[in-house]
């Protein structure tokens, strides 16, 4: 059985769904401060925050828990610049309970979900695991703290754990039933489609000043199906002996933001009204993976290798789900 702490999130919820779909025995354990519980159907949910140490070990041995996906974290690097204590208590403290419960219960197997942003600046190259770890925001920072208990916990006790250090999530499931949908939004894709959708006047483009090619800051978009069964494929990984590591999520190409907004113009087929606007601290100026590491470790390739496909996938939910899960 899999707790998946964060499980009704965005990429919680498309984690769960694929597990379900292989069959998986699945509990989501969240305490929907921004998760949607429609998000997850009919899985077995138990509302409860990390820093419940009795709720998560009552729920390890009610459900007969051996492993956690832990994805409960709060993400965002521009409210962690002017908000750290939040992104402090919840992420790092958070964990630590989270990991406490674990050791209480032996629970032994932990698949995380780390970030992109623990690297910061690396320059224009790719990001391989081997690059140096400066974070530039709160957020990446917490997430490297979060890495670093891990690699303690291995030695010290012998939890096995594989950090996945995502770079930008995006898309939706291809049934178009669930897909990404914060409040406040914050992401790029999202927020350019609900100016496709009618429901934002334009999108601002926090700087075009960064040394890239166009002056706006380049991502490698991952689709959230392809993250999820690199979630799978690490577990697997763990409960067949292997050793504690991790590995980069990415496609291994960069978009600008300028180039995301012209391929949403182009897939939805109307154009976008956009402003340049200051930058938003905390953002590094180029982040690309090599995820070369996993693909060839693990056997993970992502499906969907193009802008266009993540995109259009996105725009499947948000055309249709014009106020997310609200009905
Ligand atoms: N971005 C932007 N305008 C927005 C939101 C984001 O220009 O309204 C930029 C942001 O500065 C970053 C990129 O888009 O360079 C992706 O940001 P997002 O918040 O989606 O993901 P992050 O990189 O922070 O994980």
Not at 29 to 56: A, C, Q, R
Not at 143 to 155: A, G, I, R, S, T
Request: charged fraction near 20%; hydrophobic fraction near 35%; proline fraction near 3%.
């Amino acid at each position: 059985m899999i707790l998946v702490t964060g499980g009704a999130g965005y990429i919680g919820s498309h984690t769960v769904r694929e597990l379900r779909e292989r069959g998986m025995d699945v509990v989501v354990y969240d305490n929907l401060s921004t998760g949607h519980i429609e998000s997850i159907g009919d899985t077995p949910f138990v509302k409860g925050d990390l820093f419940d140490v009795e709720l998560l070990r009552k729920t390890f041995r009610e459900y007969g828990v051996d492993s956690v996906i832990h994805f409960a974290a709060y993400s965002l690097v521009g409210e962690s610049m002017v908000n750290p204590a939040k992104y402090y208590h919840n992420n790092v403290a958070g964990t630590l309970a989270l990991l406490d419960a674990m050791l209480a219960e032996n629970v032994k197997y932990l698949v995380f979900s780390s970030s992109a942003a623990t690297y910061g600046d690396c320059g224009d190259g790719l990001i391989t695991e081997n690059s140096p770890q400066n974070p530039t925001s709160v957020y990446g920072q917490t997430k490297l703290m979060m890495e670093q208990f891990m690699q303690d916990y291995d030695k010290a006790y012998g939890m096995k754990y594989v950090a996945l250090r995502y770079f930008n999530a995006a898309g939706a499931h291809a049934s178009g039933e669930i897909g990404e949908a914060h409040n406040p939004e914050s992401h790029l894709i999202p927020l350019i489609l609900q100016v496709s959708n009618g429901k934002r006047e334009q999108i601002n483009i926090f700087g075009d000043d960064y040394p890239t090619h166009d002056g706006t800051c380049i991502r490698d978009y991952i689709h959230i199906t392809d993250l999820a069964d690199a979630h799978i494929k690490a577990l697997e990984y763990l409960k067949n002996g292997g050793k504690s590591t991790y590995y980069n999520l990415g496609n291994g190409n960069g978009f600008s933001v300028k180039e995301v907004i012209d391929t949403v113009e182009k897939v939805v087929g109307s154009p976008v009204k956009k402003q340049v606007v200051e930058r938003r601290p905390g953002d590094p100026a180029s982040l690309v993976a090599s995820s070369e590491k996993i693909q060839k470790e693990l056997g993970w390739k992502p499906k969907y290798d193009t802008l266009d496909s993540i995109v259009a996938s996105a725009w499947k939910w948000h055309s249709t789900h014009l106020d997310g899960f609200n009905k």
